[in-house]
């Protein structure tokens, strides 16, 4: 059963620093890539970052290039995202996510990330 669970969400002051993990499980994690998203009510599900599956390339959204880094563990089978200079348009529910290799999408419940002073 593949499982991923999202934590370290919380709240944060405008310009402070958060690091969210996802733990995975049931499935055979070093062969995929990873990708975090995130969730804000009333607005489409955002990509936020990628991690391919040696760890090796990343790629981020726009409105987080050069403030977030995604990494990840191949032992532990955790991906990270490491979240700086945070901003209020940052809050959102944090979900990690990989696709299968038959094209299916396999989600997170997700962390609350909350940006305010």
């Known amino acids: 059963q593949v499982l991923l669970v999202e934590s370290g969400g919380g709240l944060v002051q405008p310009g402070g620093s958060l690091t969210l993990s996802c733990a995975a499980s049931g499935f055979s994690f070093t062969y995929y890539a990873m990708k975090w998203h995130r969730q804000t009510p009333g607005k489409e599900r955002e990509w936020v970052a990628t991690?391919?599956?040696?760890?090796?390339?990343?790629k981020y959204a726009d409105s987080v290039k050069g403030r977030f880094t995604v990494s990840r563990d191949n032992f532990k089978n955790i991906v990270y995202l490491q979240m700086n200079s945070v901003k209020s348009e940052d809050t959102a529910v944090y979900l990690c996510?990989?696709?299968?290799?038959?094209?299916?999408?396999?989600w997170g419940k997700g962390t609350l990330v909350t940006v305010s002073s």
């Open positions: 991690v391919t599956s040696g760890g090796g390339a990343t």
């Open positions: 996510n990989y696709q299968d290799a038959y094209g299916m999408d396999h």
